[in-house]
């Protein structure tokens, strides 16, 4: 089974990338190649959400969302492919490290290097928009 990691470190708070990260509706916001997402039943730190990727909008793709406060995780599971993104979200000085831990199913495995090039564009999307998002959040300047 092909497995990667990439991680990167922004200068967003960890509270900051957690708000973005945990609310699955938002992943077309930074997750590279999604077009929209819906969300289906929720229950206690889980749920069923369907994505659809770009160009694409009569193929959906059912998700398992797990969030977990505690350790700022989000495993995200697809239940078309099996393809399962575990992303972890570590307070460092000055900002945040977010990392994602991919496992691929063999079946999937020609598939490894669009998701090494999704999850990259995808990481720096996530950071710059929770960098953004603390801008904006900033109380303006005294001069």
């Given amino acids: 089974m092909p497995r990667f990691d990439d991680s990167l470190v922004t200068r967003a708070s960890a509270r900051t990338v957690w708000k973005i990260l945990y609310d699955p509706l938002r992943f ?52 078309v492919s099996d393809l399962h993104f575990d992303w972890r979200l570590e ?25 090494r090039d999704v999850v990259a564009v995808s990481l720096r999307q996530l950071a710059g928009l929770a960098e953004a998002e603390t801008i904006r959040a900033a109380p303006p300047a005294r001069d």
């Fill in 28 to 79: 077309p916001e930074w997750w590279s190649g999604i077009e929209r997402a819906a969300a289906g039943d929720a229950r206690g730190g889980e749920a069923d959400v369907t994505l659809w990727p770009d160009g694409f909008p009569d193929f959906p793709l059912p998700q398992r969302v797990q969030s977990h406060a505690e350790d700022h995780r989000v495993v995200v599971s697809c239940t």
């Fill in 91 to 115: 307070p460092v000085d000055g900002g945040t490290r977010v990392s994602v831990h991919v496992e691929i199913p063999d079946a999937e495995a020609a598939r490894e290097q669009t998701q």
